[in-house]
């Protein structure tokens, strides 16, 4: 009786050890298998979609969209702006339309005095030199905010267009965002579609 005692004692040592070794398999990773760089904020946060060739042939665009609905607009690295001639974006204006976009100001959590923007609305124009394009808002929504740092800093767009450089924060329904989605491409596509 003591020795089944003991043996039970033994196997449920040996079966808790197994447990906990799985557990710390689970809960701790291996570092080899750890990417060298930690993902970004954009990678873990948002999916990315693209609108290739938007309206105009090279006007290709991203939107990140976070789970909350919140959709990131800006340029693609494919972006004509980012490819022509090797030159570097010189300006953004916010002036476009009937007014500018700069000056729109969201308030409060129902987000007063947000203006609805169709995807073929103007958010902005950038101007590599003399030469003019129109970057639009891809996704029907309510516009909440634009990055009005590129006004003093357009070369945000140069060097970090997918982050610190997005144009515009557009909060759209679901049904227009599925509208957009459903046309859109993944990251995967769109690295197929432009070889980059």
């Not at 476009?96 to 976009?101: A, H, L, N, P």
């Not at 030469?131 to 990055?147: D, F, H, I, P």
């Amino acid at each position: 009786m003591e020795e089944e005692h003991q043996q039970q004692h033994k196997d449920d040592e040996e079966e808790e050890e197994e447990i906990d070794e799985e557990l710390r398999s689970l809960l701790i990773p291996n570092i080899s298998d750890l990417p060298l760089t930690p993902p970004s904020a954009i990678d873990s946060n948002f999916i990315t979609y693209f609108a290739p060739d938007f309206i105009k042939p090279g006007h290709d665009q991203y939107v990140h969209r976070h789970a909350n609905g919140l959709c990131v607009i800006g340029l693609a690295p494919t972006h004509i702006a980012l490819r022509e001639k090797n030159e570097p974006i010189t300006s953004v204006d916010f002036n476009v339309g009937k007014s500018d976009r700069s000056e729109i100001k969201v308030t409060g959590k129902h987000k007063r005095n947000a203006r609805i923007f169709e995807p073929n609305s103007a958010l902005c124009k950038v101007f590599v030199k003399e030469t003019a394009y129109v970057v639009r808002c891809c996704v029907k929504g309510s516009l909440l905010e634009v990055n009005d740092r590129l006004i003093k800093q357009p070369e945000l767009l140069n060097s970090s267009a997918d982050r610190e450089g997005y144009i515009a924060i557009v909060m759209p329904k679901p049904v227009d965002w599925l509208k957009f989605k459903n046309s859109a491409l993944t990251l995967e596509d769109y690295k197929k579609l432009r070889n980059y």
